[in-house]
T-cell receptor, first 113, second 114 residues
């Protein structure tokens, strides 16, 4: 069974530039999560999708972050414009509907300079 | 507020020694608790899952405990190996109609030295 795929693995951009991350969850998984993990900290939920609907985006900085999952399968997370404090690893995870385990991708490491 | 607190933040032990990591939570209603291992540069991977009725569960050299009354869990690693060097993250789930809502702890960074 293929795991959660994320791209790119690494990205370096200048502040005020835009960036987009892509995630392809495990086939058939209804729930998709995007997390931000700052170095030395645990992951922080940015947004959670149930199929193509948003379940929780309370911690998403909506003035600069946006995410979509148009067909209920893969998803993109965008930052526009980026700030220095956005430097982090962005993890995507998926789980079956009401599944008890989240399966994680390897993450995208973003550096904003 | 749903929170998960872990201690210690970091730990250094010698190869072959045992260690215990702690997790306290205030998540409600409780569905289950998982311990994840996160190697450097990788996504977290589940080690164990604890449900309300379970007190102890083992997975090889990893043993997790859960006290649902005091809302505490621990992860005990026996006879540590160099490959155990990683972050260990406690994740507590609550289930609602929207699905599985996860609350992450900050993690314990374990370093095993030869």
């Amino acid at each position: 069974e293929a795991g959660v795929a994320q791209s790119p693995r690494y990205k370096i951009i200048e502040k005020r530039q835009s960036v987009a991350f892509w995630c392809n969850p495990i086939s058939g998984h209804a729930t998709l999560y995007w997390y931000q993990q700052i170095l030395g900290q645990g992951p922080k939920l940015l947004i959670q999708f149930q199929n193509n609907g948003v379940v929780d985006d309370s911690q998403l900085p909506k003035d600069r972050f946006s995410a979509e999952r148009l067909k209920g399968v893969d998803s993109t997370l965008k930052i526009q414009p980026a700030k220095l404090e956005d430097s982090a690893v962005y993890l995507c995870a998926s789980s079956p509907y009401k599944g008890t385990e989240a399966f994680f991708g390897q993450g995208t490491r973003l550096t904003v300079v | 507020k749903n929170q998960v607190e872990q201690s210690p933040q970091s730990l250094i032990i010698l190869e072959g020694k045992n260690c215990t990591l702690q997790c306290n939570y205030t998540v409600s209603p409780f569905s289950n608790l998982r311990w994840y291992k996160q190697d450097t540069g990788r996504g977290p991977v589940s080690l164990t899952i604890m449900t309300f009725s379970e007190n102890t569960k083992s997975n090889g050299r990893y043993t997790a405990t859960l006290d649902a009354d005091t809302k505490q869990s621990s992860l005990h690693i026996t006879a540590s190996q160099l490959s155990d060097s990683a972050s260990y993250i406690c994740v507590v789930s609550r289930m609602n109609n929207a699905g599985n809502m996860l609350t992450f702890g900050g993690g314990t960074r374990l370093m095993v030295k030869p």
